[in-house]
Structure formats: structure tokens, C-alpha cells
């Protein structure tokens, strides 16, 4: 049987527990928990079987009947949500105008193959603002 590759993608990822220390030194992110954490767009490599990612120097499994996230990290046992990111920029599971990180590994494929934004592949931070979406409302509070 023919060994299964998975090869590295372009994903993102939110920390649905108390904090995200970012793996590659940018600096520790406070969430707090709740419904919105400390959000970054990195690229994740699989396990051979794809069972497991790895982001940095975390691994992350599936979570079975997860409320607001679908991964753990198997060395914290922190939720996470993690998945692809959309083209409309969309990405947090619940809608908020929080920033999201954008690793700079990544920041030029992702503004110019995965939003198809080509001007804006200098910024390191993508938000709901920022999305190309002609009815894409902005979340303010009064």
C-alpha cells in the first residue's frame, strides 16, 4: 500500500482557549476564551495519515463534538479552530472585525492565490474590513 501525502497548506487558525503563543516569535496573544480568540493565517504541514497537523512546534488532532472548535493541541489541550481560509477573507467561525495574523512565510500567496488581492500582499493582518465582498458589513460598536 502506497504511503498517503498531504502536502503543507495554507490554513487558519484560532485559539479558542486562553492564549496562543505564536510559534514563530511574533509574540504571546491573550484570547481570554469565548467565542473569538487570537486568529493567524500560517501554513500547516499533516501527519503521514493526515490525522494530525502540525503548526510550529504544536500538533493538533480532531476534536469529537467540539462547540465551538474542531482541534486540540495535543501538547496543551487548548481548542482550536482550524480550517482553510476563505477567499472572502470569512474566516472566523463566529463574525468579527478582530485582526487576523497573517505569517509572513505565507502573506504574499495568501493576498495574491487565496483572496486574488494582489495590491494588498504588504499587509500582515487581514480582517472582516478588509474583505472584497460588496455587501461585507463592518462591525462597530456604538
Partial sequence: MAKQVYPPRIMYIECKGGG???PYGYGPF??????????????VTFSRTGATLHYGNKSFQKLSGGFKANYFCVETGEQYWISGPR????DRLYKSDLPVEIDEDVREEYWTEIRKMPESK???????LTTNRPNATSLTRK
Fill in 20 to 22: 496562543f503563543v505564536d
Fill in 30 to 43: 491573550s484570547t481570554g476564551g469565548g467565542l473569538h480568540g487570537a486568529a493567524r493565517i500560517g501554513r
Fill in 87 to 90: 477567499s472572502d477573507g470569512t
Fill in 122 to 128: 504588504a499587509r500582515t493582518q487581514a480582517s472582516l
